[in-house]
């Protein structure tokens, strides 16, 4: 029960329902917030417990301060939590062990239970192993099946073992657009309570529910489980930037377009830790589909949260996607009641503002590594050929000498080419060149929702087949929708047929090539890719384009609106220039360009209107965590420990809580470490975190061989999160990882100074090396560290190498917490210094004192970090709040929630 400090306690009535709420009006300044920081005040007025959330934080939050640097600490609790199966494996891993550890501490397991819902979507460990025919979907789940039996046998038994925790099956959807679709309430009930639905999930993309009003956020899996088990996130009351939207967007532009030109104003801005909101009358004009695939690229531009307020376009998404009129009404009646309804002419407070006119968004792409680095689509193929010149060794136009990458030597127009004939299994032969375009993708959650662009992709596709177009035999074409509903509107619409002409047959519902599970390119592909060092790229509609995270043979991404992807397939370079050149000849011998396929918005708009109704959201959500047959003939334990097999390589008990008593032990400083990885700029938690295929002669490779599963089934290490030991073996090992203290490789190296001159081996063995001699390990990095999307094993993984602390020149917001939530201590340099000014080569020796502070509970803000070479800096602590010092000194977040409710 809350104190009702500020007699916020009232009822509202809607229809023959009556529902206990907590008014805003009741604090003073909560009319000038702005839409997000309601959210927060709701739910401090409702939690108000008087010692975690006391009226001091409801009153610094109703006074916040527009300009001032966020200090204040709040508590703040989600409503709900959602998972991805990726991260929520080890979730359920950790809480399944915790009942083992609450057993052996005295306790009772049964305590170890969600204390708010959980739904966890698996989504990502679906494949593109088939394309390109009729059967191609039906081929990926049985693989998906068989690979992963051992994990949907641990998820069935955890759906029956813990209360409030529901599992959508596989070949259902994108745990984002079954969200916004689906899961979100918009407005929760409870208890006969009604208040704004709020949640963390384990996916940085969570963010995408942000387009229906909801606040809600990614988060690590550890922090995920803690907000589980019913502690709140501390977090610091944020600046909230409004970003002012006017105008409309002009016919010919999509929403991929115009989040492209989001994500780059705010990554130029700065936003990170902050909240966005988008206001003004441009936002009235916005799609919810729109809004949602603004939303979904909040973590592209680093903002803690990109919100839309509620309005008439959120009650008309709930009524199309099947919510209940009563749910309806009762969001609407809230949401005006609260002051949380949408007025475009109103100026809200904000702490920075941002403008757009709708109207100046151009076609674009973004690439060749960062979704921040839009290209106007008419420059593309020119910019091209430019960038590829940091991916190969170009020869001079005599012939007579090769270059480094890094010089700029005289290359003909085209850019620097390399043609390579490949012949086709079935007799096709081809030309394969640097800028081949070998993986064309329509996937992810950021595009898949949105069913303008989806149906503008299936136009083009229509349009390209009335033309005799089809894809180049040299691409991989997929199509993985995030919800079964797409589909549907396309069966209804007769376009289904033309994707599958030009290759873009389904092959999963799930998040796929987004996130590495493009599946291997045609062998013959691959082959001449790698004999001749071939740069070629990958077009996908989704929201990450990482290297190495694609496609290990591809070297240069790009993120497109869905419509551009089936283009790119049919041209099948990056050196064609789609607003211009040819993408082929029609039957008739003739060229046919871009403009003869791009459908009209009306064009659009007719299918939209005409093919999708509620009826298909209530068809594919009646029964939806009942699952297929295969899901239901899975075999799974009773019980409310689970029984661990000694020989899965798929599930096994982590050590987190071995040799853990009932009181932490002292905090101490860190003496004689040595360096398992020097780093630069935007390492982001894709590169620590292990993700893709295993391959056979890395230490995860040799750890699956050695236990007896052959090379067809290593699978991949997003299927394995739940095997602490492969996880390990995978951390730090990304291919394309540049550890500059063994300068000259790529990928999972470091220098292992156990060994006399300190030899190049692989960072797992150099760890357990340095674990045998008890010698402590930290990590130099870069600026933006640990930015990205794959979040808990990266903190995880780094602990369990050895890593005791982490020195960068910034943090990405949720890396740094969760490396805190894993006991390693995140650092700072000083401003305006880096490893490089100071000297640091990673080759010293380094010792960290001033952090046993923390024992007399309080946190120091900086410590002395010394080297055995005569460098001194005095690092900044970050450890940002009263909270996250708690995690530390229990030796993580795990440990402090297992503490806290065994003294309950």
């Given at each position: 029960m809350s104190a009702n400090s500020f007699d916020a306690r009232s009822t509202l009535q809607v229809g023959d329902e009556s529902y206990e709420i907590f008014r805003l009006d009741k604090v003073e300044g909560s009319a000038r917030l702005p839409y997000s920081l309601k959210v927060l005040l709701e739910n401090l007025l409702r939690t108000e417990d008087g010692a975690n959330i006391t009226a001091d934080h409801i009153r610094a939050l109703g006074g916040w301060d527009s300009q001032a640097q966020p200090s204040q600490e709040i508590q703040f609790t989600p409503a709900r939590v959602i998972m991805q199966d990726f991260t929520g494996v080890p979730c359920v891993v950790d809480l399944a062990t915790m009942r083992e550890a609450v057993k052996e501490l005295g306790g009772d397991a049964n305590k170890i239970n969600p204390l708010s819902p959980a739904e966890m979507v698996i989504d990502h460990s679906v494949i593109a192993d088939k394309f390109g025919t009729n059967d191609a979907f039906k081929q990926n789940v049985d693989l998906e099946y068989g690979r992963n039996r051992e994990r949907y046998q641990f998820l069935r038994w955890g759906q029956t073992a813990f209360d409030d925790f529901k599992v959508v099956p596989p070949g259902t959807g994108i745990v984002h657009q079954v969200n916004i679709e689906h899961l979100a309430r918009v407005v929760m009930t409870r208890d006969g309570k009604a208040y704004p639905d709020t949640l963390v999930g384990t996916d940085s993309h969570t963010t995408m529910v942000n387009g229906l009003g909801v606040l809600g956020w990614g988060v690590g899996g550890i922090e995920a489980e803690a907000a589980m088990l019913g502690q709140p996130v501390s977090m610091l009351i944020p600046r909230v930037v409004g970003f002012k939207l006017t105008g409309e967007l002009t016919p010919g532009t999509t929403a991929t377009d115009l989040v492209l030109t989001i994500t780059e104003m705010l990554r130029k801005h700065g936003v990170v830790g902050k909240f966005v909101e988008f206001y003004g009358e441009g936002v009235a004009a916005t799609s919810l589909a729109n809004r949602a695939t603004i939303g979904n690229m909040s973590p592209e531009f680093g903002s803690t949260a990109a919100i839309f307020p509620i309005d008439g376009e959120t009650l008309n998404y709930m009524r199309l996607t099947g919510r209940s009129e009563q749910q309806v009404a009762l969001v609407e009646a809230y949401a005006k009641e609260q002051g949380l309804w949408l007025d475009p002419k109103a100026e809200p407070d904000f702490s920075e503002k941002l403008e757009l006119d709708l109207s100046t968004v151009v076609p674009s792409i973004a690439g060749p590594k960062r979704p921040q680095d839009r290209i106007v689509l008419a420059n593309a193929a020119q910019q091209f050929k430019s960038d590829v010149l940091n991916y190969v060794d170009v020869v001079d136009e005599a012939g007579k000498e090769s270059f480094p990458a890094s010089d700029s030597p005289a290359v003909t127009n085209g850019g620097p080419s390399n043609p390579v004939p490949v012949t086709a299994p079935d007799g096709t032969e081809y030309v394969l060149d640097h800028g081949a375009v070998t993986?064309?993708?329509?996937?992810?959650?950021?595009?898949?929702?949105?069913?303008?662009?989806?149906?503008?992709?299936?136009?083009?596709?229509?349009?390209?087949?009335?033309?005799?177009?089809?894809?180049?035999?040299?691409?991989?074409?997929?199509?993985?929708?995030?919800?079964?509903?797409?589909?549907?509107?396309?069966?209804?619409?007769?376009?289904?047929?033309?994707?599958?002409?030009?290759?873009?047959?389904?092959?999963?519902?799930?998040?796929?090539?987004?996130?590495?599970?493009?599946?291997?390119?045609?062998?013959?592909?691959?082959?001449?890719?790698?004999?001749?060092?071939?740069?070629?790229?990958?077009?996908?509609?989704?929201?990450?384009?990482?290297?190495?995270?694609?496609?290990?043979?591809?070297?240069?991404?790009?993120?497109?609106?869905?419509?551009?992807?089936?283009?790119?397939?049919?041209?099948?370079?990056?050196?064609?220039?789609?607003?211009?050149?040819?993408?082929?000849?029609?039957?008739?011998?003739?060229?046919?360009?871009?403009?003869?396929?791009?459908?009209?918005?009306?064009?659009?708009?007719?299918?939209?209107?005409?093919?999708?109704?509620?009826?298909?959201?209530?068809?594919?959500?009646?029964?939806?965590?009942?699952?297929?047959?295969?899901?239901?003939?899975?075999?799974?334990?009773?019980?409310?420990?689970?029984?661990?097999?000694?020989?899965?390589?798929?599930?096994?008990?982590?050590?987190?809580?071995?040799?853990?008593?009932?009181?932490?032990?002292?905090?101490?400083?860190?003496?004689?470490?040595?360096?398992?990885?020097?780093?630069?700029?935007?390492?982001?938690?894709?590169?620590?975190?292990?993700?893709?295929?295993?391959?056979?002669?890395?230490?995860?490779?040799?750890?699956?061989?050695?236990?007896?599963?052959?090379?067809?089934?290593?699978?991949?290490?997003?299927?394995?999160?739940?095997?602490?030991?492969?996880?390990?073996?995978?951390?730090?090992?990304?291919?394309?990882?540049?550890?500059?203290?063994?300068?000259?490789?790529?990928?999972?190296?470091?220098?292992?100074?156990?060994?006399?001159?300190?030899?190049?081996?692989?960072?797992?063995?150099?760890?357990?090396?340095?674990?045998?001699?008890?010698?402590?390990?930290?990590?130099?990095?870069?600026?933006?560290?640990?930015?990205?999307?794959?979040?808990?094993?990266?903190?995880?993984?780094?602990?369990?190498?050895?890593?005791?602390?982490?020195?960068?020149?910034?943090?990405?917001?949720?890396?740094?917490?969760?490396?805190?939530?894993?006991?390693?201590?995140?650092?700072?340099?000083?401003?305006?210094?880096?490893?490089?000014?100071?000297?640091?080569?990673?080759?010293?020796?380094?010792?960290?004192?001033?952090?046993?502070?923390?024992?007399?509970?309080?946190?120091?803000?900086?410590?002395?970090?010394?080297?055995?070479?005569?460098?001194?800096?005095?690092?900044?602590?970050?450890?940002?709040?009263?909270?996250?010092?708690?995690?530390?000194?229990?030796?993580?977040?795990?440990?402090?929630?297992?503490?806290?409710?065994?003294?309950?």
């Amino acid at each position: 029960m809350s104190a009702n400090s500020f007699d916020a306690r009232s009822t509202l009535q809607v229809g023959d329902e009556s529902y206990e709420i907590f008014r805003l009006d009741k604090v003073e300044g909560s009319a000038r917030l702005p839409y997000s920081l309601k959210v927060l005040l709701e739910n401090l007025l409702r939690t108000e417990d008087g010692a975690n959330i006391t009226a001091d934080h409801i009153r610094a939050l109703g006074g916040w301060d527009s300009q001032a640097q966020p200090s204040q600490e709040i508590q703040f609790t989600p409503a709900r939590v959602i998972m991805q199966d990726f991260t929520g494996v080890p979730c359920v891993v950790d809480l399944a062990t915790m009942r083992e550890a609450v057993k052996e501490l005295g306790g009772d397991a049964n305590k170890i239970n969600p204390l708010s819902p959980a739904e966890m979507v698996i989504d990502h460990s679906v494949i593109a192993d088939k394309f390109g025919t009729n059967d191609a979907f039906k081929q990926n789940v049985d693989l998906e099946y068989g690979r992963n039996r051992e994990r949907y046998q641990f998820l069935r038994w955890g759906q029956t073992a813990f209360d409030d925790f529901k599992v959508v099956p596989p070949g259902t959807g994108i745990v984002h657009q079954v969200n916004i679709e689906h899961l979100a309430r918009v407005v929760m009930t409870r208890d006969g309570k009604a208040y704004p639905d709020t949640l963390v999930g384990t996916d940085s993309h969570t963010t995408m529910v942000n387009g229906l009003g909801v606040l809600g956020w990614g988060v690590g899996g550890i922090e995920a489980e803690a907000a589980m088990l019913g502690q709140p996130v501390s977090m610091l009351i944020p600046r909230v930037v409004g970003f002012k939207l006017t105008g409309e967007l002009t016919p010919g532009t999509t929403a991929t377009d115009l989040v492209l030109t989001i994500t780059e104003m705010l990554r130029k801005h700065g936003v990170v830790g902050k909240f966005v909101e988008f206001y003004g009358e441009g936002v009235a004009a916005t799609s919810l589909a729109n809004r949602a695939t603004i939303g979904n690229m909040s973590p592209e531009f680093g903002s803690t949260a990109a919100i839309f307020p509620i309005d008439g376009e959120t009650l008309n998404y709930m009524r199309l996607t099947g919510r209940s009129e009563q749910q309806v009404a009762l969001v609407e009646a809230y949401a005006k009641e609260q002051g949380l309804w949408l007025d475009p002419k109103a100026e809200p407070d904000f702490s920075e503002k941002l403008e757009l006119d709708l109207s100046t968004v151009v076609p674009s792409i973004a690439g060749p590594k960062r979704p921040q680095d839009r290209i106007v689509l008419a420059n593309a193929a020119q910019q091209f050929k430019s960038d590829v010149l940091n991916y190969v060794d170009v020869v001079d136009e005599a012939g007579k000498e090769s270059f480094p990458a890094s010089d700029s030597p005289a290359v003909t127009n085209g850019g620097p080419s390399n043609p390579v004939p490949v012949t086709a299994p079935d007799g096709t032969e081809y030309v394969l060149d640097h800028g081949a375009v070998t993986v064309a993708a329509i996937t992810s959650c950021t595009n898949t929702s949105n069913p303008y662009v989806m149906v503008a992709a299936a136009l083009v596709a229509k349009k390209a087949v009335e033309k005799g177009l089809t894809r180049k035999p040299w691409v991989k074409t997929t199509l993985a929708p995030g919800s079964k509903v797409v589909t549907d509107y396309f069966e209804k619409a007769g376009l289904t047929p033309y994707l599958d002409k030009v290759g873009f047959n389904l092959v999963g519902y799930g998040c796929t090539t987004c996130i590495g599970n493009s599946g291997p390119l045609p062998e013959e592909v691959s082959k001449a890719v790698n004999d001749h060092d071939l740069a070629v790229t990958s077009v996908l509609s989704g929201n990450r384009n990482f290297e190495g995270r694609i496609n290990p043979d591809v070297k240069m991404n790009y993120l497109a609106s869905p419509p551009l992807v089936v283009a790119y397939a049919l041209a099948g370079s990056m050196r064609v220039d789609v607003t211009k050149d040819s993408l082929g000849t029609d039957q008739d011998g003739n060229p046919v360009f871009l403009k003869d396929i791009w459908p009209s918005e009306a064009e659009v708009n007719d299918v939209v209107a005409n093919a999708i109704g509620e009826d298909m959201f209530s068809k594919s959500y009646s029964d939806v965590f009942a699952g297929d047959a295969q899901w239901q003939a899975l075999s799974i334990p009773t019980g409310d420990t689970f029984e661990w097999d000694a020989e899965s390589t798929y599930v096994r008990k982590p050590p987190y809580f071995e040799g853990m008593g009932m009181e932490p032990a002292p905090v101490e400083d860190i003496s004689g470490a040595r360096v398992l990885a020097k780093l630069g700029d935007s390492v982001t938690t894709d590169h620590i975190s292990p993700a893709g295929a295993i391959k056979a002669d890395t230490p995860a490779g040799k750890y699956l061989t050695e236990h007896g599963v052959e090379r067809r089934d290593f699978n991949s290490y997003g299927s394995r999160r739940g095997n602490h030991e492969i996880m390990i073996r995978g951390t730090f090992a990304n291919i394309r990882l540049r550890n500059q203290i063994a300068p000259g490789t790529e990928g999972g190296y470091t220098r292992d100074f156990t060994q006399a001159d300190g030899p190049v081996s692989f960072i797992y063995d150099a760890s357990r090396n340095y674990i045998e001699q008890g010698t402590p390990l930290v990590v130099l990095a870069g600026k933006e560290y640990g930015s990205g999307s794959s979040r808990d094993w990266a903190a995880k993984g780094t602990a369990l190498l050895g890593v005791k602390a982490v020195i960068a020149e910034s943090y990405e917001r949720i890396h740094r917490s969760n490396l805190i939530g894993m006991g390693v201590l995140p650092l700072q340099f000083p401003e305006g210094r880096t490893a490089e000014s100071l000297g640091l080569t990673g080759e010293e020796s380094f010792s960290v004192s001033g952090v046993t502070e923390l024992n007399d509970g309080t946190t120091p803000r900086t410590v002395k970090v010394t080297t055995d070479t005569g460098v001194e800096f005095d690092a900044v602590v970050r450890i940002d709040t009263p909270g996250e010092a708690d995690y530390y000194r229990n030796g993580g977040i795990l440990q402090y929630v297992l503490r806290s409710l065994i003294r309950k």
